[in-house]
């Protein structure tokens, strides 16, 4: 009877040990399972980010990128600018007007920057397009509408005010902006049946050979005398104001030697 027992015991806990290896076993097949499972994701994000003419969401703020070619010449023909003509730098942000970072941008950071170096004549602030169609359908509708305010001398109204209520981009919203900031509204429709597109997607193609992959990006640099920018630096992502302030300062203090 206890030899049985014995034996009983024995098979008990050998069987409990099989179970044992087997549960460990799963654990750790389903642990590389999920480990796979990550790679795969990962993989694709950065087969997307690496494709060329897909631009993304913007990323995380970065810090300024010391990749500009010392040659790098932007042309800002045609472009909104607002500032004056003999500012010592000029400032192009290419924007999206549904882009939250964008919208985040325009709230925490554009006010100041206006306010103590574009009305203060140390810079000329030059805005282009660049809407990202596939995750923002209506991005490229309001870039249009804001070409169309300008062409009736209206551009920044239309601007802050689309950057104020990203919610309201749909184009009978745009109709009612445009009325609100007393455009002549039969003018303006006609416009945004498609007078606007070209001058829209020139930009992105701009911004595209620009190497621009999302949303706001900026190039600072000095005007020549042909009009066009030489850029020097090149800020990515809804910045907070000092990170501006620390470059057109350094940027300002070497204009003197120019």
Same mark, same amino acid.
């Given at each position: 009877?206890? &030899? &049985?027992? !014995?034996n ?16 460990l076993?799963?654990? %750790? ?8 499972s ?7 994000i950065? %087969? ?5 003419? /897909? ?13 500009v ?11 909104a600018? !607002?500032?004056?003509?003999?500012? *010592? ?17 325009m ?14 004549? *140390? ?9 990202? +169609?596939?995750? $923002?359908p209506? =991005?490229?509708k %309001?870039?249009?509408?804001? +070409? ?10 239309? $601007? ?5 209520? #990203? ?5 009978? +919203?745009?109709?009612?902006? @445009? ?7 039969? @003018? ?6 498609g007078? =606007?597109?070209? *001058?829209?997607? =020139?930009?992105?193609? %701009? ?5 621009? /992959?999302?949303t706001? /990006? ?5 005007? #020549? ?19 501006? *302030? ?13």
């Amino acid at each position: 009877m206890g &030899k &049985k027992s !014995k034996n009983v015991s024995s098979t008990g806990m050998w069987l409990g040990g099989v179970a044992v290896v087997v549960f460990l076993g799963f654990v %750790a097949g389903r642990q590389q399972q999920i480990v796979d499972s990550q790679r795969e994701i990962l993989r694709q994000i950065q %087969a997307m980010q690496s494709s060329p003419g /897909t631009p993304t969401v913007q990323a995380p703020p970065q810090p300024a990128l010391p990749d500009v070619p010392s040659d790098f010449v932007m042309n800002i023909d045609g472009a909104a600018i !607002k500032g004056r003509a003999d500012a *010592k730098l000029t400032l192009i942000e290419f924007s999206d007007f549904e882009c939250p970072f964008c919208g985040r941008y325009m709230s925490d950071t554009y006010p100041q920057l206006t306010r103590e170096y574009v009305d203060t004549g *140390k810079v000329r602030y030059v805005f282009r397009h660049f809407p990202l +169609e596939r995750i $923002h359908p209506k =991005a490229l509708k %309001a870039s249009e509408a804001a +070409e169309c305010a300008r062409v009736q001398g209206e551009f920044w109204p239309m $601007h802050d005010r689309m950057f104020a209520d #990203q919610q309201s981009l749909a184009e009978s +919203e745009l109709v009612g902006h @445009a009325r609100t900031i007393g455009l002549d509204v039969p @003018a303006f429709q006609a416009c945004l049946n498609g007078q =606007a597109t070209a *001058k829209v997607r =020139a930009d992105l193609d %701009a911004g595209a050979r620009a190497g621009m /992959t999302g949303t706001p /990006t900026f190039f600072i640099g000095f005007e #020549q005398s042909d009009g066009t920018v030489h850029v020097v630096e090149k800020l990515v992502g809804a910045k907070p104001f000092r990170d501006f *302030k620390s470059v057109l300062d350094r940027m300002l203090a070497s204009a003197d030697t120019r």
